[in-house]
């Protein structure tokens, strides 16, 4: 662990050399704990910790407690390890994990309510500052594992003693959340939801548990992050220039739908809040959203509870349509009763934006249909505008792509991609160990989309309800699937093909939509059999 070159360094000079200062628990190794034993020592100190592998963390490396702390530890046999400057917070929060000792447990546990409420507040302000999207508190018998998403991957962020995460948890939903009469039992499901400050903005967290076997789970989204969250281009986002433009045209339409679709977690919400910021201030805009997850600070948001009729997205929508809108937004088209509502705000000259889960673009209009509108209306001129499908995908981190021939894992399916794609020279895939990307390889998303202007042919398609002549008459006119637009990306070297595979599904030549060709995949199969007898 101790590199002998940091060895002798001396205590005055340890921040100057390392140049950097720890300040959150994910840059140390997460198995790492604090020593036991010295437990009672540093605590004393209140500016020291030492770490299970001979590590010394200390918020002041001058003290002469940093060299009585390693003759101590080679005193008793351990081999001091590199020593560290770490914010005085990381500290406090190292040495509260520190199992105390039964006999002191009893003092602690009367003064320890506020502690733990700091030392939430550590966290979630750990998370905001890593932008992170979801904190996963993992409580099991022998220990709580704490795992950050971050661009949809998951990392350890650090490894607690399972008491502090069973009282993190009662903290989190009994004193910090908006209805703290509710008291958290780990046996059953619970949700609530939590508003508060970090780095002087506004956060808010929605918080669920869940039983697990032999303990629970309880997972803390964060929402919007205050009027700091700043509104993304859709360029930005991972529209390509020609998607970003027709969407840009759809939003100075005088009325219309323009209607936005994929799975959950596809970043659609980001996507409307881009669009919003595209509005002008002369216009008066409404947003129906549950919750309000962006703040949009020159737009109306409504915030609507699904679960109550009169306050659902139909009924706040049709109250919108009698406060003189320019725009609305329904966050999200569910039912026949919200369709309605925004078929009738485009057909009397509003322009409305709205979502739906569907996994095409043209496959809106088959639920739309489903959901009880006729096609004859959405037929009609001035009902739909533009219809949008998008996904995210991971982007490969920068600092550690390898070339796709450099990747063991994906030695096995070379040939298949070869054969696909003609050149691999340009394509990257995921490296390992690398600190940017905690490991994941992953540097960020992109959305991967396709978009459609519902133009006079279009609308006779959609009519005829003839989706596959449609997407014919689409492609003539040089317009790309959501599909083709993976395949650029992982050709450009952003997307790892792996990646892309998991949203279209496998790569290969025989497998192209226009024919699936069954004899070619035959004799694939036969080829690689013989290799492997060889
Ligand atoms: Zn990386």
């Known amino acids: ?154 990392y350890v962020h650090a490894e607690w003693f399972p008491r502090l995460g069973r009282e993190i948890a ?46 629970f789970d309880v997972v803390m989204r964060i929402l919007g992050v205050g009027d700091q969250a700043k509104i993304v281009t859709l360029e930005d986002l991972g529209y390509t220039p020609e998607q970003a433009y027709i969407i840009k045209r759809a939003v100075q339409m005088p009325h219309g739908a323009v209607l936005l679709s994929g799975p959950t977690g596809s970043g659609k919400t980001t996507t409307l809040a881009s669009c919003m910021g595209l509005v002008k201030s002369s216009r008066k805009v409404y947003t129906i959203e549950d919750p309000v997850e962006k703040v949009v600070p020159t737009v109306t948001q409504v915030p609507v509870n699904s679960d109550k009729d009169d306050r659902s997205f139909a009924s706040f929508g049709r109250a919108a349509l009698r406060m003189d809108p320019d725009y609305i937004v329904l966050g999200e088209m569910r039912d026949e009763a919200t369709v309605n509502v925004m078929v009738r705000a485009a057909i009397t000259g509003h322009l409305v934006f709205s979502t739906v889960h569907t996994n095409s673009a043209t496959g809106i209009i088959t639920r739309l249909v489903d959901m009880g509108v006729s ?61 940017h990307c905690h490991n994941t390889g992953v540097g960020g998303r992109t959305v991967v989309a396709e978009v459609v202007w519902v133009d006079e042919p279009s609308r006779e398609f959609i009519g005829n309800g003839d989706v596959i002549g449609w997407e014919k008459y689409l492609k003539s006119q040089g317009w790309k699937t959501y599909k083709e637009r993976a395949l650029e990306l992982v050709m450009e070297g952003v997307v790892d093909p792996f990646d892309a595979e998991t949203l279209i599904g496998e790569i290969s030549q025989h497998t192209d939509e226009s024919g699936f060709d069954y004899n070619a995949i035959r004799q694939e199969m036969e080829a690689a059999d013989k290799r492997t007898k060889q």
Do not use: Y
């Open 1 to 154: 662990m101790a590199n002998p070159a940091e060895k002798d360094t001396t205590d005055k000079n340890v921040t100057a050399i390392r140049g950097k200062v720890l300040s959150s628990q994910s840059e140390l190794d997460p198995k790492d704990r604090p020593l036991e034993e010295f437990a009672d020592w540093c605590q004393q100190r209140g500016h020291i910790v030492v770490l299970k592998s001979g590590m010394i963390l200390t918020s002041d490396p001058t003290s002469r407690d940093v060299q009585n702390c390693k003759t101590m530890l080679i005193n008793r046999g351990i081999r001091p390890g590199r020593v560290m400057a770490a914010t005085e917070e990381l500290v406090t929060l190292l040495l509260a994990n520190v199992a105390p000792d039964e006999d002191q447990k009893e003092a602690k546990e009367t003064t320890s309510i506020s502690s733990q409420q700091q030392r939430l507040r550590l966290l979630i302000q750990e998370a905001v500052n890593e932008n992170v999207s979801d904190i996963h508190i993992e409580v099991r018998p022998d220990v709580a594992r704490i795992r950050f998403r971050k661009f949809g991957e998951m």
């Open 170 to 215: 009662s903290v989190a939903f009994n004193k910090e959340t908006d209805h703290a009469t509710a008291h958290f039992n780990p046996l059953v499901p619970q949700d609530a939801s939590m508003p508060l400050e970090v780095n002087g903005n506004d956060v808010r967290l929605r918080l669920a548990s869940m039983p697990a076997h032999g303990g």
């Open 375 to 435: 096609r004859s209306m959405l037929c009609d001129g001035s009902v739909l505008v533009a219809l949008i499908f998008q996904r995210l995908v991971a982007k490969l981190c920068e600092h550690c792509a390898q070339p796709i021939t450099e990747a063991l894992q994906h030695k096995p399916h070379m040939e298949r991609w070869e054969a696909a794609f003609g050149d691999l020279s340009t394509i990257r895939a995921r490296g390992q160990s690398c600190k």
